[in-house]
């Protein structure tokens, strides 16, 4: 059985940072993109980073400069930096994978879901 479990969210003053992980089991995704999204309360998940099975990465906006991804193929894990954080990026953060080994399309799937993790940015 498939599972993404997120952790690492809380409660952070602005311009603080805080580092979300998504510990990958019951398969190995070092061959497939991975990705991060976010819902804010009364709005839809928006799409947040992506990062390639060969380390490619792609960023909303919103987040460029200030977040960065990555993953770690060794441990399954994948992991979110996120720094400069504003009151505006309080939301629930998702972890999720494409299901396609070595995909190099440009229309990515999110194929697998982690249960999400709080982030809160007080002003």
């Known amino acids: 059985q498939v599972q993404l479990v997120e952790s690492g969210g809380g409660l952070v003053q602005a311009g603080g940072s805080l580092r979300l992980s998504c510990a990958a089991s019951g398969r190995v995704f070092s061959s497939n993109a991975m990705a991060w999204f976010r819902q804010a309360p009364g709005k839809e998940r928006e799409f947040v980073a992506r990062?390639?099975?060969?380390?490619?990465?792609y960023y909303a906006d919103a987040v460029k400069g200030r977040f960065t991804i990555s993953r770690d193929n060794a441990n399954n894990m994948l992991y979110l930096q996120m720094n400069s954080l504003k009151p505006e990026d309080t939301a629930v953060y998702y972890c999720?994978?494409?299901?396609?080994?070595?995909?190099?399309?440009?229309?990515?799937?999110?194929?697998?879901w982690g249960q999400g993790t709080q982030v809160t940015v007080s002003s």
């Open positions: 990062i390639t099975w060969n380390r490619g990465t």
């Open positions: 999720a994978a494409d299901g396609r080994p070595y995909y190099s399309g440009s229309v990515y799937r999110d194929d697998y």
